[in-house]
């Protein structure tokens, strides 16, 4: 099994910053991509930041220079560091792993998705 788990959400005030740390654990033999996406309160999930395992990332239009997804590979674990915070960012932060894991005895398994129980991230204006 593999386990994800968020931290770093808080209460800040507008154009503060924050960093958000994912951690993936157990039973991984490779790590694909690794997701953040958002839950504000009525609303879907969003996709927010993407970083692949060649580093190469992807963001959402309203994050765009103001978000940084940052990757420790050897640690497996993703960072989301949150700079000029608006109220709009304001929502449930969620981590998304793509990875590979091992199944009984060690044998490789397919890629499948994994979810974390969410951070939450409160901006005041």
């Known amino acids: 099994q593999v386990q994800v788990v968020e931290s770093g959400g808080a209460l800040v005030q507008a154009g503060g910053s924050l960093r958000l740390s994912c951690v993936a654990s157990g039973s991984i033999r490779s790590i694909n991509g690794m997701d953040w996406y958002s839950q504000a309160p009525g609303k879907q999930r969003e996709f927010v930041a993407r970083?692949?395992?060649?580093?190469?990332?992807d963001y959402a239009d309203s994050v765009k220079g103001r978000f940084t997804i940052l990757r420790d590979s050897a640690k497996n674990t993703v960072y989301l560091k949150m700079a000029s915070l608006k109220s709009e960012d304001t929502a449930v932060y969620y981590c998304?792993?793509?990875?590979?894991?091992?199944?009984?005895?060690?044998?490789?398994?397919?890629?499948?998705?994994?979810w974390g129980q969410g951070t939450q991230v409160t901006v005041s204006s």
């Open positions: 998304n792993v793509n990875a590979s894991p091992l199944g009984p005895h060690g044998s490789p398994l397919g890629p499948r998705s994994y």
């Open positions: 970083i692949t395992s060649s580093g190469r990332t």
